[in-house]
């Protein structure tokens, strides 16, 4: 036999690598970094290499499983589909279409034909009580972005093969290989920078993966970044520091930003952040004279009761310092595809609203059209109108990775009805009546519809399927069977019928006297194909169905796909051209944030506890699932509580113990890791852990279960601008078990 060999997307995490798979007789012989390819430039990390493991895992699903006598057993899709047409209609119609609710997770934006349909899932469903995992630690940055440039998706980024200094906050890009921001091989990136004589200074309360490599790091005290964030600003103002830079003629607020930071002084934050107040004003001085630098910030910033407003200021510092759309700055891609800043009018729109609806029991503002998945627990216990009776969970696993997983559990069996769509057994799909699991993602194609647009560079890349795929359905099927059974339509419906359905009358919409020519164009394409093509065809590279023949098609980018996909450029200025905003400016004071600074200042005096929690990425284990891969699993074991030995000497803890955390919310048992790089008072404990319920079945993570860091969490602590989940700086108690 002769080996064939593939091009593919690695699909596990934002970095989206470029890889080259052989197979052999069927099966995945090799798996390593595809030199050619245009955005990681053969770069790969352990989590590519388990693909085939994942592909292998026998505990992977692959037929439906249908819950009876509380024991899943194997059906068929005709028998899955059908069990959910009896059962969640009739639901809707008695309790009504809030009673249903939909949660939705991470691994759905890495597979676009999931990320593509589920809207159309949602819109069937005709609830509000949406949730998502975005809430557990991304929505801060993207209402922040929403509010000043009037899109969710227009993220600035670092340009980090131009810049001269790279300040990260509460990020670990070496470990995560960037978030919000795709950037395979950081720790090339980051060697490069310093050998043109730049510098990274890292700001975390861990010596991380990336602090270590870092020329300086600096500890702060969890949750206090909006503290330093804003004694920055407020130093470059009383130093005469500012400089808008190129973007000038487009900033509102300045005088805004001004007033509302002068009394965050360096001197006035320095004890809360655990910095002196002449650091402060030194990495303040740094960031304004160097010629080309960026602001990084992330789930540290995030995950916290003031994530907007760290968010927010994070890219007011690198406005007020000439380095925001400047080579070498803070930049903003140029995506291929699916780019709401890329079509329609440039340089103004509607900008974002939330708060269109709130959640029945807590009032929790609806950001994206999505509410906190810290809210899914109450509206399922609580009773009354509109109390969610019915759940779906696509790709997600909030028991072990959303705040008080074990409530989450408890509310779950509650449940008149659930469905998961997932390829796991696992923690959360236990608790489901019906599981529908999807294919490998080896056995589909792949093209990132997010990652491009927070790309350290511009392209365009497509991925066929490596191996054949089976008799059954595609997720993105999966997905529009499941709207149709909402819809009432039945279980037999031909979905393929009503995607060329809902494809022509959406072409209508969008082309309208072109649609004839369009749908023909598309004829040989299906589901999330046709969808990718007309974006491409239809966005800033394409070729507009015939008018610019050189430009983009899915056929293109698909010929591309063996030397490495389509190179489109480093970043280029965007600004005003990316605007959408009312007012066609970079909005750097929205009300909303101004009016959320003195709930800051009022917390500034507040006394720090004696030992908090915070979370940790390994580079091995992004998500709950990947415990169960060989490749990511084998090791040291990574479920360790970090601190201080100054903490362990206090608190009587040794290496290796087993100690007992405690939180208001709940207490854990786990391993005692001693290290210098933790600043005294904080522990670090990793998430996604806690394997092993009755029920689950990922028999590899069960060996090792590790300790649940979300069940000391608060599912009632939230920023109450975005709703994020309070995920750091969480007071804790430490006690050795005897």
């Known amino acids: 036999m002769t080996d064939t060999t593939h091009y593919r997307i690695c699909p596990l995490c934002e970095a989206c690598c470029g890889l080259e798979i052989k197979v052999k007789g069927g099966v995945v012989s090799s798996i390593k970094g595809d030199a050619q390819d245009v955005l990681s430039q053969g770069y790969i990390c352990p989590?590519?290499?388990?693909?085939?493991?994942?592909?292998?895992?026998?505990?992977?699903?692959?037929?439906?499983?249908?819950?009876?006598?509380?024991?899943?057993?194997?059906?068929?899709?005709?028998?899955?589909?059908?069990?959910?047409?009896?059962?969640?209609?009739?639901?809707?119609?008695?309790?009504?279409?809030?009673?249903?609710?939909?949660?939705?997770?991470?691994?759905?934006?890495h597979k676009y034909g999931l990320l593509t349909y589920f809207p159309r899932l949602a819109r069937a469903l005709g609830t509000r009580n949406v949730f998502s995992a975005s809430s557990l630690d991304q929505v801060p940055k993207q209402l922040?972005?929403?509010?000043?440039?009037?899109?969710?998706?227009?993220?600035?980024?670092?340009?980090?093969?131009?810049?001269?200094?790279?300040?990260?906050?509460?990020?670990?890009?070496?470990?995560?290989?960037?978030?919000?921001?795709?950037?395979?091989?950081?720790?090339?990136?980051?060697?490069?920078l310093q050998a043109r004589g730049g510098r990274l200074v890292v700001i975390d309360p861990r010596r991380t993966e990336t602090a270590a490599v870092a020329d300086a790091h600096h500890f702060i005290r969890p949750g206090a970044d909006v503290f330093l964030l804003a004694a920055m600003v407020n130093t470059l103002f009383a130093n005469q520091w500012v400089r808008l830079g190129a973007v000038a003629e487009w900033v509102n607020g300045v005088e805004a930003v001004q007033q509302a930071v002068a009394a965050f002084t360096p001197l006035a934050v320095a004890a809360r952040c655990g910095m002196a107040a002449d650091t402060i004003v030194e990495l303040t001085r740094e960031l304004a004279h160097t010629e080309r630098a960026a602001v990084y910030?992330?789930?540290?910033?995030?995950?916290?009761?003031?994530?907007?407003?760290?968010?927010?200021?994070?890219?007011?510092?690198?406005?007020?310092?000439?380095?925001?759309?400047?080579?070498?700055?803070?930049?903003?891609?140029?995506?291929?595809?699916f780019a709401s800043n890329t079509s329609g009018a440039s340089g103004t729109g509607r900008g974002v609203a939330t708060g269109r609806h709130r959640s029945r029991v807590s009032g929790a503002p609806e950001v994206m059209g999505e509410l906190p998945m810290t809210c899914l627990a109450e509206e399922i216990e609580s009773p009354g109108a509109d109390q969610v009776r019915a759940l779906i969970t696509v790709a997600t696993n909030p028991v072990l990775s959303a705040p008080n997983g074990p409530r989450l559990a408890k509310a779950f069996e509650s449940l008149d009805f659930m469905v998961s769509v997932d390829i796991y057994l696992n923690e959360t799909t236990r608790h489901a009546d019906v599981i529908l699991p999807g294919m490998s993602p080896l056995q589909d194609d792949h093209f990132d519809v997010s990652f491009p647009q927070l790309s350290w560079r511009n392209h365009a890349r497509y991925s066929p399927a490596v191996l054949p795929g089976e008799e059954r359905p595609f997720e993105w099927q999966i997905l529009l069977k499941l709207a149709a059974i909402a819809q009432g339509q039945g279980a037999d419906l031909d979905v393929n019928a009503l995607d060329d359905a809902q494809f022509a009358h959406e072409a209508q919409r969008q082309f309208g006297a072109r649609a004839g020519a369009v749908i023909a164009a598309t004829a040989h394409l299906r589901g999330p194909q046709r969808l990718l093509d007309v974006a491409l065809r239809t966005g800033p590279y394409g070729d507009a169905f015939g008018p610019k023949p050189d430009g983009l098609t899915l056929a293109k980018v698909t010929a591309a796909n063996a030397c490495g996909g389509v190179d489109l450029g480093e970043l280029q200025p965007r600004i005003p051209e990316l605007l959408r905003t009312p007012s066609g400016k970079i909005e750097l004071a929205p009300?909303?944030?101004?009016?959320?600074?003195?709930?800051?200042?009022?917390?500034?005096?507040?006394?720090?506890?004696?030992?908090?929690?915070?979370?940790?990425r390994d580079v091995r284990s992004n998500n709950s699932w990947m415990h169960n891969l060989p490749t990511l699993a084998k090791g040291p074991f990574r479920c360790t509580a970090l601190l201080h030995p100054a903490d362990a000497a206090r608190l009587q803890l040794v290496e290796g113990a087993l100690a007992r955390i405690s939180s208001g919310t709940g207490s854990i048992?786990?391993?005692?890791?001693?290290?210098?790089?933790?600043?005294?008072?904080?522990?670090?404990?990793?998430?996604?852990?806690?394997?092993?319920?009755?029920g689950a079945q990922l028999s590899l993570a069960a060996q090792r279960p590790g300790a649940n860091l979300n069940a000391l969490l608060d599912d009632q602590a939230r920023d109450p601008l975005s709703g994020n989940a309070v995920l750091s700086g969480v007071a804790i108690s430490i006690m050795a078990l005897t």
């Open 144 to 192: 922040a972005c929403g509010l000043m440039f009037g899109h969710w998706m227009t993220v600035p980024l670092p340009d980090i093969t131009r810049t001269q200094l790279l300040l990260v906050i509460g990020a670990n890009p070496l470990a995560s290989n960037g978030s919000m921001w795709t950037v395979p091989d950081f720790r090339g990136k980051a060697k490069a």
């Open 297 to 337: 910030g992330r789930i540290g910033t995030c995950t916290q009761t003031f994530g907007t407003l760290a968010s927010w200021l994070v890219d007011v510092l690198n406005a007020l310092t000439g380095h925001l759309d400047a080579p070498g700055g803070a930049m903003f891609t140029k995506a291929a595809a």
């Open 47 to 109: 989590k590519a290499v388990a693909l085939k493991d994942l592909h292998d895992d026998p505990d992977r699903l692959r037929t439906p499983l249908i819950k009876r006598n509380g024991q899943h057993v194997a059906a068929t899709w005709e028998e899955a589909f059908a069990e959910i047409a009896r059962r969640l209609p009739p639901l809707q119609a008695q309790h009504g279409r809030q009673a249903v609710a939909v949660a939705v997770g991470n691994p759905t934006v």
């Open 591 to 616: 009300p909303q944030l101004l009016a959320d600074l003195p709930r800051a200042w009022a917390d500034l005096p507040s006394a720090a506890a004696d030992l908090v929690i915070i979370g940790r």
């Open 669 to 694: 048992e786990a391993q005692v890791q001693i290290s210098t790089d933790m600043m005294p008072g904080v522990v670090s404990l990793p998430h996604g852990w806690g394997h092993g319920l009755p």
